[in-house]
């Protein structure tokens, strides 16, 4: 992938009214690098890493996000991760900066991998994704998850897609 850039996010397919249709088709095992990408940045309540604000946060943000004309449309992406078992913060990729918004930048090389199937193995695929840094001499560190659907359109579509993002250098 060049630069900053991510796999194309395609957002044509639309039934719920919601979330789109995630088409994972080029998103496993891409290298991503970033130099200073502009991200929002926003943070979530959670219990015992069950988010409790999610959705009041992300309308908030994507409301934001639209009125500011700062999405980023093909290239698409929230990195979420849970900072402790009581918060989790979420990198919404921009275009430009979001007034009223807290803004970051993230650099660095990661390596991405598709799953799919119920949250509750996101404490596997988090070990997935620290061994694929440990296989690339990379010493594990954030891992981010892309949830690709709210729970209720991943049930809709019947599949629930959730992209690892981890740092290997």
């Not at 009214?17 to 309540?45: I, M, S, V, Y």
């Not at 509750?120 to 988090?126: D, E, G, L, P, V």
């Amino acid at each position: 992938m060049q630069t900053n850039e991510t796999p194309r996010y395609d957002d044509s397919v639309n039934t719920t009214g919601c979330c789109p249709r995630f088409n994972p088709e080029g998103w496993d095992g891409q290298e991503l690098h970033f130099r200073d990408k502009r991200f929002l940045r926003a943070t979530t309540r959670s219990v015992m890493h069950i988010p409790l604000n999610m959705g009041n946060v992300f309308s908030r943000v994507n409301r934001h996000i639209d009125d500011a004309e700062a999405s980023a449309t093909d290239q698409f992406i929230v990195l979420s991760r849970d900072i402790s078992p009581w918060s989790s913060e979420h990198l919404f990729s921009v275009a430009k900066s979001v007034p009223g918004e807290e803004m970051t930048t993230l650099s660095g090389d990661f390596m991405t991998k598709v799953f799919e199937g119920p949250y509750s193995q996101a404490r596997q695929w988090q070990e997935e994704m620290r061994q694929i840094a440990r296989d690339r001499k990379s010493e594990p560190s954030n891992v981010y998850f892309f949830y690709t659907t709210c729970p209720k359109c991943a049930k809709a579509y019947g599949k629930n897609y959730v992209v690892g993002v981890t740092a290997v250098a």
